[in-house]
């Protein structure tokens, strides 16, 4: 595989969605998405990248559905434990879990696996990791990657911040805002150190995309659970 070609123009193809994105013109996500994975799967055919460089080698699945099963639980337990405990069950109270149950279950399925965690792993720890640690091997890969991952999400951060109670009142002001952002950052670039170890340790990209389901979509479905059960009435 041609490492540097590869990772080069994959980190083009996600600088030039992050701008278009924070300029408003990336149009709808299903659009924007289908996309940056339609460039993303081009750019690494032409770079050479195996399935096993891209952690999808059919013969690894069962070991990233293991390792990616696993993970699914841990998260379902912590978020669990963090909406019956009264000191962290307020920053799951967000906006975004006033909403039916249909739309619970679109969201999670569409929005979280499809427009998600799916793209989003195929990207960082698809193509970029498998890139990068060609190019530079595991913890320099790893690490930058990982870096590139939290700063993928400040424009969402800045987007969304205002949906959840427990940050809402830092938004009004511009240092507020940029600790949530960094905080936002540094939280995803270790979510992205974990997503990346799921990945190498299980060699499949099925071990992360299970842990990002589990992360973006159990937090979703635990705070419509505070709003819809655990809100007083």
Request: with cysteine; hydrophobic share 60%.
């Given at each position: 595989?041609?490492?540097?070609?590869?990772?080069?123009?994959?980190?083009?193809?996600?600088?030039?969605?992050?701008?278009?994105?924070?300029?408003?013109?990336?149009?709808?996500?299903?659009?924007?998405?289908?996309?940056?994975?339609?460039?993303?799967?081009?750019?690494?055919?032409?770079?050479?990248?195996?399935?096993?460089?891209?952690?999808?080698?059919?013969s690894d699945a069962g070991r990233g559905l293991r390792?990616?099963?696993?993970?699914?639980?841990?998260?379902?337990?912590?978020?669990?434990?963090?909406?019956?405990?009264?000191?962290?069950?307020?920053?799951?109270?967000?906006?975004?879990?006033?909403?039916?149950?249909?739309r619970l279950a679109y969201e999670l399925v569409v929005?979280?696996?499809?427009?998600?965690?799916?793209?989003?792993?195929?990207?960082?720890?698809?193509?970029?990791?498998?890139?990068?640690?060609?190019?530079?091997?595991?913890?320099?890969?790893?690490?930058?990657?990982?870096?590139?991952?939290?700063?993928?999400?400040?424009?969402?951060?800045?987007?969304?911040?205002?949906?959840?109670?427990?940050?809402?009142?830092?938004?009004?002001?511009?240092?507020?805002?940029?600790?949530?952002?960094?905080?936002?950052?540094?939280?995803?670039?270790?979510?992205?150190?974990?997503?990346?170890?799921?990945?190498?340790?299980?060699?499949?990209?099925?071990?992360?995309?299970?842990?990002?389901?589990?992360?973006?979509?159990?937090?979703?479905?635990?705070?419509?659970?505070a709003v819809h059960v655990l809100a007083p009435r």
């Amino acid at each position: 595989m041609n490492s540097r070609r590869c990772f080069g123009l994959a980190l083009v193809v996600l600088v030039a969605v992050t701008a278009a994105r924070f300029l408003s013109l990336a149009g709808p996500t299903v659009v924007w998405t289908s996309l940056m994975t339609a460039a993303l799967v081009l750019i690494a055919r032409t770079s050479g990248a195996t399935l096993a460089d891209l952690g999808l080698r059919p013969s690894d699945a069962g070991r990233g559905l293991r390792y990616g099963a696993v993970a699914f639980a841990i998260v379902l337990v912590a978020l669990g434990v963090a909406a019956l405990l009264p000191l962290t069950s307020g920053a799951l109270h967000d906006a975004r879990g006033d909403i039916s149950g249909a739309r619970l279950a679109y969201e999670l399925v569409v929005d979280v696996v499809l427009l998600t965690a799916i793209p989003e792993e195929f990207a960082f720890r698809g193509v970029l990791l498998g890139s990068a640690v060609v190019q530079w091997g595991p913890l320099r890969g790893v690490l930058v990657v990982s870096a590139l991952f939290g700063l993928w999400h400040v424009q969402p951060t800045l987007a969304t911040m205002t949906d959840n109670p427990a940050v809402s009142g830092a938004s009004g002001f511009a240092a507020g805002r940029l600790l949530v952002v960094l905080g936002a950052v540094a939280v995803t670039f270790v979510a992205g150190l974990v997503f990346a170890w799921l990945r190498l340790r299980s060699r499949s990209l099925l071990a992360p995309v299970l842990a990002h389901v589990a992360t973006n979509g159990l937090g979703l479905a635990v705070a419509w659970f505070a709003v819809h059960v655990l809100a007083p009435r």
